[in-house]
C-alpha cells in the first residue's frame, strides 16, 4: 500500500515535469504543425541559463524569470528566420530543428563546459513532507504545483481571453483568421514564444531536481513526444492526461518490470495509435 | 698525452653519438594517439583525462626518452562504435606509436581485441572491465589504471568487519562496470558475514531515481550500496536524501559514486558519504599535494582520478620510452618495456602490474567531508598495494565466472 | 537488364562511379577505406528509407530500427549460438521485415507529421529493448567480439581484412541498388510515386493505396535490416547506440542532403555525411556546430539535395546555351 501510493506521487510528479515539457511542444505543434526537435534544446538552455543567473544574483525566481525571457527569444528568432518558410514540410521542419538542436548542444558544451550542476533549490523547497511512514519530497510537490499552475493559466488563455480566441481561430482556419483581422504572424510567433517558455520553465524546475548537463536535450525528448504523440497533439487536455500516463506507466513499468521498461512505455502507446492514430485527444 | 686523451674522447663522443644518433635523431616525434569522449554527456570526463595527460607532458618538456611528443586527440563521443572508427584513424593514418586513453567497461571491450589485432600497445588508465586483465586477457592493452572490482574487495571487508553493517541494499547502473563494481563488493562483504538482501538496478542515464528508491527495503538494511556514474552521481545523493532515506540508512558506494568530478557540484546530501578507490584528492602525500596544487592552478578545478590516472599514464609512457632509450619502433620490445614500468611515487601512490597485467596500488576508503568551504574525499584507511585478485589465490580466483547481475547470487534477497 | 533501367548519361555516369568504387579505394589507407566501406553499408540503408521518404513521400523518424534489428541478428546469434553469415543473413533482413509488417499496421494509418511522430514512437519501442533486456541484449553493454563473416563459398580470402570486408560491402551495396532500382522503376514503383503525388488521384484510378506503401515500407524495413547486418559485422560491436533517435534523423539527413527520390542521391548523401563527421572532427573538436549547419544549409539551400542541385543546374545552362544560340 505504501509502495503503491510513493510510486503514484512519484509517477504523477515526474508527469507534471514532463507535462510543462510536453505542453509547450503539443502547442507549438498544434498550432503551427511544426516538429520541434530545438524543444529539448530549449530545456537545457533554460536551466543553463538560470544557473548562470542564480550564480550570479543567488534568487531562484530572477534564474526562473531570466530563462524564460532569453529562450523565448531564441525561440522567436528560430522561428523568424527558419521555421516559419516551413510550414507544411515536416522533413524541412525536423531536419532544420535537429541542426539547430546540434548547434545548441555543443555551444552549450562551449559555454558552460561539460560539468553537470544542480540548480540551487530555494531553501523552502528543499527537504520533504513527512505523512506517516511517506517521505514527500517538498520540490516534487513544487513542481505538481508548477505544472498545475501552468496547466490553469494555460487553460484560462486558451479558452477565456481575446487574445485565446484568436489562437483558436488561427488554428481552426489561418485564411479566415486572417480576413477577419487577427494578425497571424503576431499570434504564430507568440504561440512559438510561449512553447518555447514552457520548455524553459521545465528545464529550469528539472535542473533542481535532476541536474543540468550535456545529453538532457536529447535525453528528455523522446519522452515529450510520446506525451504529445499519445494525449493527441495540440490539445491541452491530451498533454495534461498524455504526462500523467506517460509518468506513471514509467514509475511503475521501472518498479515492476524494469527489464521491460521502455516497452511497458512505448507498447501502449502504441496500442493507443493504432486505435486512434492522432492519439487521445488528438484532432485529424 | 692530452692530446691523445682529448682525440680519444672526442672518438668516443663521436662513436656514442653515431650509435645513439639513428635511435634518437633520425626518427620523427613520438605520436601518442589518445581518445576520450569531447561531446555528449561524458565530454566533461573527457577533459579531465586529457588535461591530466596534457599537464604531465608540459611539466616534463613535451617529450618522451628526448624525443618530441606530438599527442592526436581523437573524440569518442563516449561510444563504442565511434572510438572504434578513431582507433583505426589514430593507427592506420596518423600511424601512431602508442595509444592511451577510452573511457566506460563496454567501450574497454570493444576496442580491446582491435588493438591486439593492430598490435600497437594502449594504455587503458581508466577503463576497468575485469577481464581485460583476468579471463580474456589482451597482449596489447596495458592496463595502468585499476579493474572495477579491485577497490570493492577490501571496502566489502571493510563494510563488514569496520562499519559493522550486516545487510546491504544494492543500488547501481546496470552495465558492465556496475555489475563488477557490485560483485567484487558482495563477494567479500557477505565472505565476513554480511548479506546483500536487494539489488535495484536502474539504467544508465537514469533521470529520477524515485521508482528504485521507493523500492528500497528500508525497515530491514543498515546501509545502501550505491554505484553511480558521470551526471548520475550528481542527482543521486539529492534525491536520496528528498526521499527520507539518508536519515535512516547511511549511504555507502563505488568510488565513482562520490567523486571529484562531481563533489564541486554537490552539497550537504553527499556529506558521510563512504567510498573506495584507487585516489582521492585528499591523499596526504608530498607528490599528491604538487599534483593537486598544480593542477587546481592550471585548471582551476580539483583533479579527479580521470586527471589522476591519465597523468600518470603519460609518466608511464616516459618511463617506459626511456628503458628503450626511445626506440618505440620495436613495438615488442616497447610493449615489453610498458609491462615492467613500476611507479613508486604517483600522487596515488606505488604502482606496479601483477603478472596479470593489473597494477597493484593502494586502495582507499574515503569519506566526504567538508573542509574550507569545499568537499573532499578524506582518506579514512588505506589498503596498500591491493591486487585485482585481493586476498584470492589468481588461478582459483579465475575458476569463477566475471562478476555480473547475477554473480555472485543474490542469496538473502 | 541494370542497363535497360538507366538512362544514357546516366548509365555512363554511374558506371564510372562504379569503377571507380571497384579499382581505387584498395589503395586507400587502411582509415580512409574503413570510411568509404562505412559510407557504403549506410548507404544501403539510407537509399532503404528513400523508398518510403523520397518515392513515397512519407518521413519515418524511426528508420534506425531495422538497422537495429539486422545489427542484432547478427551480434546475438554470431556470439551466443555461432551463426554463420547466411543464417543471420536471412533472420536480420526477415526479422526486419517482420517487424516493418506490424510496425507498418499501426504507423501507415497516418500521414505526414503523424506518421513521423508515430515512426518516432516504433523506433523508441525496439531502441527500449535494445537498451533494457539485458538478459537479450546486454542492455547498454553492447555485444562485443562479434566475428567477421565467413561466406562458405570456398573463397580464398578472409574477410577479417579490410580489403575483402570492403568488397562484400560493394557487392552488397550493388544488389540493395539494383533491387531498389527495380522496385522504383517497376509499375509497383511508379504507383508510389504516383502516391506522393496524389493519393486522391491513385485512389480514384483505382489503386489500392495503403497495399503499397504497405509493401514499400516493409521492402524498406528488409532492406535496412540487411544494412544492419553488415554494419554489425563492419564493427564487430552492437549497441544500444545504433539505434537512438539521432541515427534515424542522421539518415533522413543523408537521404535529403543527396537528394530524394533517387537512389543514388541519398547513398551520395550517405557517403557525405560519414566522411564528414569523420574527417571534420580530425581537426576540431567543433564538429558538432559544422553538422548541424550542414543540416540547416540542405534545407535552405538545397532542398531538393545535391542531385536535385545539380540537374537544376544543369538544366539551367542547358537552357541558358539554347537562349545564346537561338
Sequence with gaps: MEFLLIQLFNGVSYGALLFLLAG???????????????????????????????????????????????????????WNAFLKRLSGQELGQVLTTMGFALIFQDLALVVWGGDPYT????????????????????????????????????????????????????VDDPEMARGVGINVHAISMGVFAMGAMLAAVAGVVAGGFVGVYPGADFEILPYAFVVVIMGGMGSLKGALIGSLIVGL???????????????????????????????????A | MVKRLTVALLALAVGVALVVMPATAQKGPIKVGFLAPMTGGAAQVGKDMENGFKMWLEENGNQFAGRKVEVIVEDTQGQPNIALTKLRKLVESDKVHVLAGGLFAHVGYALAPKVDEYKVPMLYPVMAADDLT??????????????????????????????????????????????????????????????????????????????????????????????????????????????????????????????????????????????????????DTPANKKFVKDYRAKYTKQPSYYSE???????????????????????????????????????????????????????YIRKVERKGGELWNTVIQVYPNVSQFWKYKPDEFLKQPVYDRNFPPCKYC | MIARLLAGRERLILGAFLLVLVVVPPFFSGFLLALVTQALILAILSMSLDIILGYTGLASLGHAAYLGIGAYAVGILSTRYGAGFWTVLLVGVLGAAVVAAVFGLIA?????????MITLALGMVV????????????????????????????????????????????????????????????????????????????????????????????????????????????????SPADLELATSVETLLMVALGGRGTLYGPALGAAVIVLLKNLVSVYTHRWLLILGAVYIGTIVYAPEGIVGAIRQWTERTRRDKAWSSG
Design chain 2, 134 to 283: 583476468q579471463r580474456q586477457p589482451k597482449k596489447w592493452v596495458v592496463r595502468t589504471g585499476w579493474t572495477s572490482s579491485q577497490p570493492s574487495h577490501p571496502f566489502g571487508e571493510y563494510v563488514a568487519k569496520t562499519l559493522g553493517y550486516k545487510r546491504v541494499v544494492v543500488i547501481a547502473i546496470d552495465y558492465a562496470f556496475g555489475w563488477e563494481v557490485v560483485g567484487g563488493f558482495q563477494k567479500t562483504f557477505e565472505e565476513n558475514g554480511g548479506q546483500i538482501i536487494q539489488k535495484l538496478w536502474p539504467p544508465l542515464g537514469t533521470a529520477d531515481f524515485a521508482p528504485y528508491l521507493a523500492q528500497i527495503k528500508k525497515d530491514q538494511a543498515d546501509a545502501v550500496f550505491a554505484l553511480m556514474v558521470a551526471a548520475s552521481s550528481l542527482r543521486f545523493p539529492k534525491q536520496y536524501e528528498d526521499s527520507g532515506l539518508k536519515i535512516k540508512l547511511p549511504l555507502i558506494g563505488g568510488g565513482t559514486t562520490f567523486d571529484e568530478f562531481v563533489l564541486p557540484s554537490l552539497g550537504d546530501e553527499a556529506l558521510g558519504g563512504m567510498s573506495p578507490l584507487i585516489y582521492s584528492a585528499a591523499i
Design chain 1, 119 to 170: 540548480i540551487p533549490q530555494p531553501k523552502f523547497l528543499s527537504g520533504s513532507l513527512r505523512a506517516g511512514n511517506l517521505f514527500l519530497p517538498t520540490y516534487r510537490i513544487f513542481i505538481v504545483a508548477v505544472a498545475a499552475a501552468v496547466a490553469i493559466v494555460l487553460w484560462l488563455v486558451l479558452g477565456r481571453t481575446r487574445i485565446g480566441a484568436m489562437m483558436r481561430a488561427t
Design chain 3, 127 to 238: 531502441w527500449g529493448l535494445a537498451h533494457r533486456w539485458v538478459s537479450v541484449t546486454s542492455g547498454d553493454n553492447g555485444i562485443a567480439s562479434v566475428p567477421r563473416p565467413r561466406l562458405g563459398l570456398g573463397l580464398p580470402w578472409s574477410f577479417s581484412d579490410a580489403v575483402p570486408f570492403y568488397y562484400l560491402a560493394l557487392v552488397a551495396f550493388l544488389l540493395a541498388f539494383t533491387l531498389l532500382r527495380v522496385v522504383v522503376s517497376s509499375p509497383f514503383g511508379q504507383t508510389l510515386v504516383g502516391i506522393r503525388e496524389s493519393e486522391s488521384r491513385m485512389r480514384t484510378l483505382g489503386y489500392h493505396v495503403w497495399l503499397h506503401k504497405y509493401i514499400g515500407f516493409v521492402i524498406a524495413g528488409a532492406v535496412g535490416g540487411f544494412a544492419g547486418v553488415l554494419w554489425s559485422y563492419y564493427n564487430g560491436f552492437v
Design chain 3, 108 to 116: 501507415l494509418r497516418a500521414t505526414g507529421v503523424y506518421f513521423l
Design chain 1, 249 to 283: 506507466l514509467d514509475n511503475f513499468g521501472k518498479a515492476l518490470f524494469p527489464e521491460l521498461s521502455y516497452f511497458t512505455l512505448f507498447a501502449p502507446m502504441a496500442i493507443i495509435l493504432a486505435v486512434r492514430p492522432t492519439g487521445l485527444f488528438g484532432r
Design chain 1, 24 to 78: 509547450g511542444l503539443s502547442l507549438i505543434f498544434g498550432m503551427m504543425r511544426i516538429v520541434n526537435m530545438t524543444h529539448g534544446s530549449y530545456y537545457l538552455l533554460g536551466g543553463y541559463v538560470a544557473l548562470t543567473v542564480i550564480w550570479r544574483s543567488g534568487y531562484f525566481v530572477l534564474g526562473l524569470l531570466a530563462a524564460m525571457l532569453v529562450i523565448a527569444c531564441i525561440g522567436i528568432a528560430e
Design chain 2, 309 to 363: 590516472t591519465c597523468y600518470t599514464a603519460a609518466r608511464w609512457i616516459a618511463e617506459a620510452a626511456k628503458a628503450v632509450n626511445g626506440d618505440l619502433e620495436d613495438r615488442e620490445k616497447f610493449l615489453a618495456a610498458l609491462k615492467k614500468v613500476e611507479i613508486p611515487d604517483a600522487p596515488r601512490g606505488p604502482i606496479k602490474l601483477d603478472a596479470h597485467g593489473n597494477p597493484v596500488q593502494n586502495v
